[in-house]
Each structure stands twice: as structure tokens, then as C-alpha cells.
């Protein structure tokens, strides 16, 4: 119970990581980061509310990813709920700056990416299940072999192009976002000498099994030790 508390918090630490580094990234004014240009251009075509659109294309991302094979966890649905929860909260806190100066706020996106990075980090490595967009790199990962780097940057440009569109805002901002995620993931992961391929990722019935049966399996205790 121990290790599993671990990596509950450890789930919880990287979605709050994730959703600072978002919100740092919008705060710097510099353009929409490509998943807000794709998540704002459909909400505007469908005349939906953005939070719905991030809801909605969250658990579809999360049935590509079982179409293709990944395990979907606790970790996957808390990723579609709490991130946009803990960006509301940072955002109505008002505690982080809005940068006015250009390279100030180009300096705010790039910690903005690192700090994301450093959360797809703790919340890939719980082994809860990837976040529905990481599913996406993590697939492309596996069946390509290509460095991480690059699958991350393949899904942003992806995301952007479609929301760009579909009339989402975009600026340098934007740009910046979609070419420099790749190696901001890929430098963050290799320092910390972490590949999410080798992460097994329990799901919910094996979730459920430990809960209230007792039953766990021993790569998913080692979890917090390997990765």
C-alpha cells in the first residue's frame, strides 16, 4: 500500500506540474501552445465550450490508445479531469506573472516546456496509465522506434495544424511550442535516464485487483524503483 500511495502522489505531482507549466506557457503571451491552438479551433467550429473540447477529445485520444494497444489506468482519466482543474485554480489564484516584454515571455514559454516535461516525467512514470495525448507519443514510439523527441513534436504539429485549421489562434508562441516540446521532453527524459516504452503501466482492473483483492503485480510494485 505504501508504494502504491507513492505513486498516487507522484500521479498527482506531475498533472500539477503539467498544468503550471501550461499555464506559465499561456501566461507568456507569446501564442497559443499547439494542443490550445487545436483545442480553441474546434471549440470555435463547434460552437462548444473549450473545457468540454479538452474533455471530449481526451477520452477519444484515450480510445486510440487502446485501439492500439496501451493501457488506460486511473492515471489517464485523473489527466482528462484534474489538469484543467488545477489550471483553474492556478489561473484564479492569479500568483504567476503575465509577462508584457517579448523575451521575457519567450524565456516564461521555454520554462513553461521544461516544467511540462518534468511532469510527463512523474505522471508517465507512476505506471497509472499515460495521459491520453502522451498515449499518442508513446504509440508512435513503439511501432517507429524514433527518438521521443521527435514523436512529441510529430503529435504538437499535428494538433496545431488541425487547429489552425479549424481558425485557432497561433502566433510565435505557437511555433516555438510545437518545435522546441520535442527536445525539451527528450533532453528532460535523458537526464533523468527515463524511457516511458519501458514503463508497464497497470490498469484499472489491475488497479481494482490490488484495492480489494490484495493482488499486485511485482513490475508494477517496482515501478517507482525503475523508472
Known amino acids: ?12 505531482l506531475g498533472l500539477f506540474l503539467f498544468a503550471l507549466g501550461i499555464v506559465l506557457c499561456m501566461n507568456a503571451q507569446v501564442g497559443y ?3 490550445e491552438v487545436f483545442h480553441a479551433g474546434i471549440a470555435q467550429a463547434l ?17 486510440i490508445g487502446i485501439i492500439f494497444g496501451e493501457k488506460i489506468g486511473i492515471g489517464t482519466l ?3 479531469l484534474l ?15 503575465v509577462m508584457e516584454h517579448f523575451v521575457l515571455g519567450v524565456l516564461m514559454l521555454v520554462l513553461g516546456l521544461f516544467i511540462i516535461a518534468l511532469g510527463s516525467y512523474f505522471y508517465i512514470g507512476s505506471g497509472f496509465g499515460a495521459g491520453p495525448r502522451d498515449n499518442l507519443m508513446v504509440v508512435i514510439r513503439k511501432k517507429t522506434k524514433l527518438p521521443i ?14 487547429g489552425w485549421r479549424l481558425g485557432g489562434m497561433f502566433g510565435v508562441g505557437t511555433i516555438l511550442s510545437a518545435t522546441g516540446i520535442g527536445y525539451c521532453i527528450q533532453t528532460t527524459f535523458k537526464v533523468l535516464k ?23 503485480k511485482a513490475d508494477l510494485e517496482s515501478v517507482t524503483e525503475t523508472s
Not at 460552437?47 to 480510445?63: L, Q, Y
Not at 489538469?83 to 506573472?97: E, N, Q, S
Not at 523527441?149 to 488541425?162: H, K, P, S
Open 194 to 216: 527515463f524511457d516511458p516504452a519501458h514503463i508497464k503501466h497497470e490498469t484499472f482492473y489491475e488497479t481494482y485487483q490490488f484495492l480489494f483483492k490484495g493482488k499486485v
Open 83 to 97: 489538469i484543467g482543474t488545477f489550471m483553474d485554480v492556478l489561473i484564479a489564484a492569479d500568483i504567476l506573472p
Open 149 to 162: 523527441g521527435i514523436c512529441r513534436g510529430m503529435v504538437e504539429l499535428t494538433a496545431f495544424f488541425i
Open 33 to 35: 501552445a499547439p494542443w
Open 1 to 12: 500500500m505504501k508504494v502504491f500511495i507513492v505513486r498516487l502522489l507522484r500521479l498527482i
Open 78 to 80: 485523473l489527466n482528462v
Open 47 to 63: 460552437g462548444m465550450k473549450i473545457g468540454m473540447v479538452v474533455i471530449v477529445s481526451g477520452f477519444g485520444f484515450a480510445i
